[in-house]
């Protein structure tokens, strides 16, 4: 079985909904399946980003992308992920607190639509942080102990 991330809210590169957006309640994640964990897997970790912002955001802030979830230590026996939920230990996401932030493309730049992409890594270690990391220390720390990744990609844009 191939190790999979899914959402019933929507389809791979499907719309995700607004309630899962500034247009809804910016602080409710989508809920997430997940499939085929590889053996050896001890922890999941689970990333949400968008690489589609303005060229001015990502020069002023100095990103690639817009970081709008970063989740860790996700137990291995996770095979769903309820709506509002976060299973595991919260990182910082672009807007410098801990948690979920959903979409929220400015709908007076191009492109309008955005694409989000939720990446799901199977480690075989878990990882450890004296304060909550930002998404490129995780990414960092996950390098050598990645088994597998699944990958969903949902879009988004704002009238």
């Given at each position: 079985?191939?190790?999979?991330?899914?959402?019933?809210?929507?389809?791979?590169?499907?719309?995700?909904?607004?309630?899962?957006?500034?247009?809804?309640?910016?602080?409710l994640s989508p809920?997430?399946?997940?499939?085929?964990?590889?053996?050896?897997?001890?922890?999941?970790?689970?990333?949400?980003?968008?690489?589609?912002?303005?060229?001015?955001?990502?020069?002023?802030?100095?990103?690639?992308?817009?970081?709008?979830?970063?989740?860790?230590?996700?137990?291995?026996?996770?095979?769903?992920?309820?709506?509002?939920?976060?299973?595991?230990?919260?990182?910082?996401?672009?807007?410098?607190?801990?948690?979920?932030?959903?979409?929220?493309?400015?709908?007076?730049?191009?492109?309008?639509?955005?694409?989000?992409?939720?990446?799901?890594?199977?480690?075989?270690?878990?990882?450890?942080?004296?304060?909550?990391?930002?998404?490129?220390?995780?990414?960092?720390?996950?390098?050598?102990?990645?088994?597998a990744t699944a990958?969903?990609?949902?879009?988004?844009?704002?009238?």
């Amino acid at each position: 079985m191939a190790f999979e991330l899914s959402s019933p809210a929507f389809g791979e590169q499907g719309i995700i909904p607004a309630k899962y957006t500034c247009d809804g309640n910016r602080e409710l994640s989508p809920p997430l399946l997940i499939s085929g964990v590889p053996d050896g897997t001890e922890t999941l970790v689970l990333i949400m980003d968008d690489p589609d912002i303005p060229l001015f955001a990502k020069e002023a802030r100095a990103i690639e992308a817009f970081d709008h979830w970063v989740l860790y230590n996700i137990p291995v026996d996770t095979k769903e992920i309820p709506e509002g939920t976060a299973p595991g230990v919260s990182g910082l996401n672009t807007t410098g607190n801990t948690g979920y932030v959903g979409p929220c493309p400015p709908p007076q730049y191009e492109p309008k639509e955005h694409r989000y992409m939720f990446v799901l890594y199977a480690l075989s270690e878990r990882l450890e942080f004296a304060s909550p990391p930002t998404k490129q220390q995780v990414l960092d720390a996950l390098k050598p102990i990645t088994l597998a990744t699944a990958k969903l990609k949902g879009r988004y844009s704002r009238a």
